[in-house]
């Protein structure tokens, strides 16, 4: 059963890398990834990448991948800034609001790109996710016939029975 909500931490435990410089280490064809949780995030693009303890630094041109594990999709993404939140990112589905830090939508994966002078210093991401098709089904009626014990509890051991149970 896949939690419904995810805390994210956005850092080099992560990653499994801590890294500060240009764009040669972390690229589209070179990304980091991190899986939590089921959920795989990616961190790619051009330009600078910082990721210590604490944080990346989300800079203009760098990429930002959630990808929902398989039966879900992702609902809510909302942010926690480490400190400067300056970049302008945008979405590649769904609705990004900046002064919330917070994406609504409906997606399987979702791709954040920045773009501006400056930089987003990412934390944490709290994930929301809503399950696909799994729905729970509410059982209204159980009738078992063929058995002459109608008194049979959670751990009892039955024996061989020989009897037909419909459940509604």
Request: aromatic share 8%; with cysteine.
């Amino acid at each position: 059963v896949q939690p419904t909500s995810i805390e994210v931490n956005l850092n080099n435990s992560l990653f499994g890398t801590e890294y500060s410089g240009p764009a040669s280490g972390i690229t589209d064809d070179n990304p980091v990834i991190g899986v939590t949780d089921n959920v795989t995030v990616t961190y790619a693009g051009s330009g600078n990448h910082y990721i210590n303890d604490s944080q990346i630094r989300f800079y203009p041109n760098n990429k930002l991948t959630f990808d929902a594990p398989s039966g879900y999709e992702i609902s809510e993404i909302v942010f926690t800034s480490a400190g400067t939140w300056a970049a302008t990112i945008s979405a590649n589905t769904g609705t990004y609001v900046s002064n919330t830090k917070t994406w609504t939508g409906s997606a399987a994966s979702v791709l954040f790109t920045g773009s501006g002078s400056s930089r987003c210093d990412m934390s944490k991401a709290n994930i929301t996710l809503v399950s696909l098709g799994n729905a729970v089904a509410t059982t209204t009626t159980i009738d078992a016939t063929g058995i002459s014990n109608t008194n049979l509890y959670t751990g009892t051991e039955a024996g061989s029975l020989s009897a037909t149970v419909t459940v509604t």
